[in-house]
Each structure stands twice: as C-alpha cells, then as structure tokens.
C-alpha cells in the first residue's frame, strides 16, 4: 500500500488483490466479485470510489488461470499468474496490497503466514486454519505489521442467518437449549471435485464448520465439550483416514451456567442426483421457540428436461450466488457469497483510504473489532475443529469415541480417551 494511501486522488485509489488457489470457491464467488468490481468499483462516503484489480494469482499448475484469463471480461484478465512450490512468494512480490486465499484447507497455513508476514491484508476461505496455535501466529503477525487478518463464513451474510440473530440480539428467540444442522454435498465433490487433496480429510472440517460459526455467532456461549463419530468406505478404505460423513456435537454454557447442545451432521457423498445438490438445514429450539430453516427449499423448485438437477439445481438457493438479467438490462451475479467478499474490501479500503493516515491505527483497530470475520474471534470455531479432526485421527488410529473438554483443568484443549487415565493436551493456553 503506497506510504501515503489517503492523500492520493481519489481516482488513483485501487487495491491491487492477490488471489491463491482458483478452484470451484474462485469461480463461484470470487470471480463474479472481481468482474462486477471491474465495472462499478467500490465507493464510499468514507473512502470515496476505490478501484479492486485481480493483479495476480497463485495456483498450484497455472493451468485454470489460463483458462480463466481467456474468457474473462474487461480488464480483469489482466493479471499476473504464478504456478509451482514458490507461487506465493512470487505472487506477494508482485505488488498486491490485499491476499485471498482459497486453497484446500489444510493448505491455508502456510499461504496465510506467508501473506502476512509480506504485510499484505489477508481473506482466508473457512476453515481459517486447522490448529489453535497457527490461529495464534497469525494474529500476532497480523498485529505486528498492522495489517487485516479476516476468514470467510459467508453463511453469516445469509438473510436468514442475519434474521435468526436479529431475533436473538432483540431478546423474541430466547436461550437456545439445543439444535441440529446438516449439510449434505454430492458425491462428486469427493469423488472428482477434491480428489487431489481428498486424503486424510473429512467433511466435517470443510463444511460443518459453517455451522460452528453460525452457533457461535449467533448465540454467543462457550465451547465446553466436543466429541465426534463418523463412516469411511466410499471415498476411501473403510479404516483408513479418510471419511465419507462425520457426526459433530458440541457442548456450550450459557453465562448462567445451563447447557446447550448442537449435533451438526455432514456428507460428501450423497447421490449427485438427488434434488438439492447441496442440502442444508437447522432446526435451533430455544425457551421459547423453534426456529427451523431450510437454506435450500426457500420456496423455488423448477425442472427443466435434460438440465435439472445437474447442470441446473432443483431447488436453487438465490440468495447465495445468482446470475442474474435485472430489471434494468444488466446482467449481474449476485449474492451473500460475493458480498463477504465485497465487505472485506470495502474494509480493507477504510483502513487504507478512510481518512489521514496518521488516524489508520484507529481505523484498523474498528475494523479488527468486527467479530464476524476477524481471525481474533475465530478461536472456538478453530477449537471445534482442531478437537473434530484429533478426535477423528484418534478414531481412525483404532480408538473411537475420544471427548475434548475446552479450558479443562489441564489446560484449553484436553482429549479424553475412554479407559485412558492420561489425556492428551492439544492446545495449552485458555481457548
Ligand atoms: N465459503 C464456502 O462456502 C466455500 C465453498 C467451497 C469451498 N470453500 C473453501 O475454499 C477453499 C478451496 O475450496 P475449493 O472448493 O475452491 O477447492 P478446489 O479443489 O476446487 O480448488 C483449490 C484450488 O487451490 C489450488 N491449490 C492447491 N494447493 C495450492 C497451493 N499450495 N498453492 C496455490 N494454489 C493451490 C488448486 O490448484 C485449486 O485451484 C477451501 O478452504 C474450502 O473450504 C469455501
């Protein structure tokens, strides 16, 4: 970012963004932000217009960003790209004020501290991280070259997901007792989609996590126990480390010390053909009400011969990623999937072009405090998910049924294995 970013003219103002990993999340969301902002860049009262350029990516082979820079509009096929072991670093040498990253998860690690420590801002594609202790390095480096460190859960920006919080922030839905969620994908995510990086995974970590966030979130309680099951069979050997459906449930207080309980079920390997193609769905019952919701049957169902349900979804979710003609003339793509995106550069541009430099601190520091999609707030969820992946190592390593308590007497992190008096310490310090 130039030294004096607010004192430039207003025409001059860009962010020159850095893309790592240009899979199925670049092409759903990424790409159709990065082209609506070609058109119509970002303004604000605060900020003024801001222009955001896809000035380079980074991938592991070079050969989708070829395709991609092929039939890209306007100027957005202008972009350096990078391939091989050192595309990172090239990438980070390449000019760019703001990194996101959408890479296999258990890749964002090494990406993302690269990003910062290059004292780049960073987006980072949930999960964040895998591991409370690489959650931690990050934010320290985050905070020692100022920059903005924030993760991706676009399901916060669903308007259901925004209603249900409101209802609970105004006190109608009152004291979530317990709950479930499922998310159920394809069998082709696994079978062809991931099957570079399918092994030793679980869909557990690649989409309950959307939920763990959205519990979080939402109704604010502490992580006090995780224990999880899941089956193996189809996408790899029935013992091996690789699993086909997982089984999360999660234990949290309440500041009055009850209980509430969430049991959030996923697969990646249901029939390509069934009507949904991603089916998802909450039901959160609280002292005073229930709260069921369907982020799929929201009331549109169509058949077209020959297109539905595979090349066209049965019931389509609208409100995440749509193409749309609109009323106007102009044919957009729109969505919750694409506005997390836009909101991280439009914060992003607040930091850098919202007023005097010497007030960047200040404004850093409000946009560090948004809790939706700082990596500083993403503690329990990265918890929950470090416990399901060691409770799932554990159970494919020939011992099922393993509990992680969280700030246990021994310390943030403790696993629990049945007949085993010594616990394991995953993680020390407080979660
Ligand atoms: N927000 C969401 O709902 C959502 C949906 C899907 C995926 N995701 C997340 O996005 C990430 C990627 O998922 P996807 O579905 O796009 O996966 P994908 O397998 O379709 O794409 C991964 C991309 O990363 C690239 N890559 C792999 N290793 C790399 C490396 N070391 N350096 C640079 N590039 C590398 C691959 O070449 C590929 O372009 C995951 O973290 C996933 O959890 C989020």
Redesign the pocket.
Known sequence: MPASASALPRDEQVIRAGM??????????YRPFFEGVDRRPLFDPCFGPCRVSLAAV????G??AEAYRRQAPGSVGGFASF?G?A??ERLLQAGVDAVC?????D??F??ARAVLAAGKHLL????SVLRLAELDELDALARARGMLAKV????LLDPDHKRLRTFCADDVLRHVNNGYASLLEPKS?SGS??A??IVGRNPG???A??YIKLIDFTFGLKLKRVSCTGQRGIVGPADGPTWDSTQLRLVYQHADGREAAFDVHTSWVTPDNFPGYVEQEVQFRFDNGVWNGHSRKRGVEMTVEGATPLKLKTTLNNHYNAPVLEPWGERSQRGY?LE?IERFMREVAAVEFGGPRDERPARLAAARELAYNDLAADRQVVAAVEAMEAILARHAAGQPECVVEVNAPEGGLVLRAPGRPEPEILYGPPV
């Not at 790592?20 to 969301?29: A, L, W």
């Not at 990253?101 to 998860?105: G, Q, V």
Request: hydrophobic share 40%.
């Open positions: 790592v990993g240009m899979g199925m999340i670049f092409d759903e969301t980074a991938t592991r082979t050969r989708r391939d072991p595309a990172v990253i959408a890479t296999p998860d890749r964002h090494a990406a980072v594609e949930k999960p991706v859960y676009h399901k995510i989609q991931f570079e990086w970590t690649y989409v996590v959307h999937g997390v």
